[in-house]
């Protein structure tokens, strides 16, 4: 089931706010099925085409750090104060995705660029607006929830498997009921590793090439 905290009625009430959306009715709302979100679209005008979408609070929070950094292969809102009503909107970039490993080098260090401002404390606190987490080179909580959330869907899923009678299953079963007997153990070691904030999701799928062939990382 899709997430939506807004009607997309009161995304337009808030869009109106800006000059440039004043004339709501004028523009063109163009569902795009994307990720997790109910209210993904392409909003157009003439020939303005850009990318609307209501966002969960830590993406607002890191959206606005790309406003920050402006980098040129990393997209960021053109109206970076709708973040703080969890709304992006930013240009609307045409494209297919990458289908090959050939990044750009110069993306390869804007991503890296990215990420090292992202654990600098003073830029991290200065741009926080939306107080969504505080500094922190420690695990807050959110890895040690996932890595339990791991291994009980891992189960379930393997449970759920095992009626096709098959040895690998058979064989991944026995994996994790040894590693379930360790499970507090291989969570403490993880969690007491060197904490970074990250982005765990570089891939192609997540690169577009726009209409100059720049490769944009657009999730």
């Not at 939306?130 to 922190?136: A, D, E």
Request: with cysteine; glycine share 4%.
């Amino acid at each position: 089931m899709k997430i939506q905290e807004k009607s997309l009625d009161e995304i337009k009430r808030i869009l109106q706010k800006e000059k440039e959306f004043a004339e709501i009715n004028s523009w063109k709302f163009k569902h795009i099925p994307l990720g997790e979100m109910e209210h993904t679209y392409e909003i157009s005008k003439g020939k303005k085409i850009y990318f609307l979408k209501e966002l969960k609070l830590h993406e607002a929070q890191m959206e606005y750090f790309l406003c920050r950094l402006k980098l040129s292969h990393l997209p960021f809102s053109i109206y970076p104060g709708l973040l703080r009503q969890k709304i992006l909107v930013r240009k609307f970039i045409k494209g297919r995705m990458l289908r090959s490993k050939n990044i750009d080098l110069n993306l390869i260090k804007e991503f890296a660029i990215m990420r090292n401002r992202l654990n600098e404390k003073r830029f991290f606190n200065e741009y926080n607006i939306l107080k969504v987490k505080n500094f922190s080179q420690k695990d807050d909580g959110f890895c040690e929830e996932g890595i339990r959330k791991s291994f009980s869907q891992a189960q379930k899923i393997l449970k759920k498997l095992n009626k096709y009678k098959l040895q690998e299953i058979d064989d991944f079963l026995e994996i994790l009921k040894e590693l379930g007997k360790n499970k507090g153990g291989i969570i403490n070691d993880y969690i007491s590793m060197p904490f970074a904030k990250q982005h765990q999701d570089f891939r192609e799928d997540n690169i577009i090439p726009d209409a100059k062939g720049t490769q944009k990382l657009i999730d």
